[in-house]
Nanobody, 127 residues
Framework: QLQLVESGGGLVQPGGSLRLSCTAS?????????IGWFRQAPGKEREGVSC????????NYANSAKGRFTISSTRAKNTVYLQMNNLKPEDTAIYYC???????????????????WGQGSQVTVSS
């Protein structure tokens, strides 16, 4: 059964950068899935950040992420990255990666279509 593991979170100052990674726990390839990144801040609902169809490379971004975040996958298609630049205090949240098992050649940033979730990685943006 697919299990996802996130890494790369931490504390960063406003304007700084972080790169989150999402990998299958057994290092299998993710090319049958779409992978999404989501975040949840204290007292707020979980919101979509970005997603990628591993097979096609098609990506999608929330307005809050456009121009600052970049989602990508490795050549081996076993890791998905979320590069986050120009981070703001409002980006502070627990970030989750998730897999849409339907394996379409596009992706949507709707948490309801994602069946497998990682445990989350804390990102804190503060001076």
């Amino acid at each position: 059964q697919l299990q996802l593991v996130e890494s790369g979170g931490g504390l960063v100052q406003p304007g700084g950068s972080l790169r989150l990674s999402c990998t299958a726990s057994d290092f299998t390839t993710l090319d049958s899935y779409a992978i999404g990144w989501f975040r949840q801040a204290p007292g707020k609902e979980r919101e979509g950040v970005s997603c990628i169809s591993i097979s096609s490379g098609s990506t999608n971004y929330a307005n809050s992420a456009k121009g600052r975040f970049t989602i990508s996958s490795t050549r081996a298609k076993n890791t998905v990255y979320l590069q986050m630049n120009n981070l703001k205090p409002e980006d502070t949240a627990i970030y989750y990666c998730a897999a849409d098992l339907e394996g379409m050649d596009y992706c949507i940033i709707d948490p309801l279509v994602y069946a497998v979730w990682g445990q989350g990685s804390q990102v804190t943006v503060s001076s």
